[in-house]
């Protein structure tokens, strides 16, 4: 059976409103993702002992995505209090953490980073798992995941 799912063009946009001392301070950028072929977005719980989000690897699968094909990440705490901890994972070896604040959100445009206990730049190496952890209390995250 061939598919009936055509490739479509994602419109993402970054809006910042502010003025400030009488001047504009806000903008706007618009990035467009050409081929979407796969998307997914949903909302889920984050526990305070965490949670495996997704898995970037080699094969479509519940909760993994084919690295190379990943364009577009973006985790949104919809908390209004509590705070997340993301972590990046390189197998066991490399990880990164970070900390999105309630209602922050962080983008990511591709499977690749850089972690090192020296500081000194090497090289990125491929993501093969994203998880969360929340603060003090369960968090809501969405999740939206574009692949080409």
């Not at 970054?14 to 618009?30: A, F, K, M, N, P």
């Not at 993994?64 to 066991?92: C, G, H, M, P």
Request: proline letters at 1%; one cysteine or more; glycine letters at 6%.
């Amino acid at each position: 059976m061939a598919s009936t799912v055509t490739p479509a063009t994602a419109t993402v946009q970054i809006v910042e409103s502010l003025t400030l001392g009488g001047v504009d301070r806000g903008g706007t950028h618009t990035r467009s993702i050409s081929n979407v072929a796969e998307a997914d977005r949903r909302v889920m719980t984050i526990s305070t002992t965490g949670n495996s989000v997704l898995d970037l690897n080699s094969a479509n699968g519940r909760g993994e995505f084919v690295r190379s094909a990943v364009k577009y990440i973006r985790i949104t705490n919809l908390d209004d209090t509590n705070w997340l901890q993301i972590q990046f994972r390189k197998a066991a070896a490399e990880v990164c953490d970070l900390r999105i604040e309630p209602g922050a959100t962080f983008m990511l445009s591709s499977g690749v980073m850089f972690a090192a206990a020296s500081g000194s730049f090497t090289s990125f190496v491929d993501i093969d798992n994203i998880s969360a952890q929340a603060d003090t209390a369960d968090v809501d995250i969405e999740l939206v995941v574009l692949a080409v």
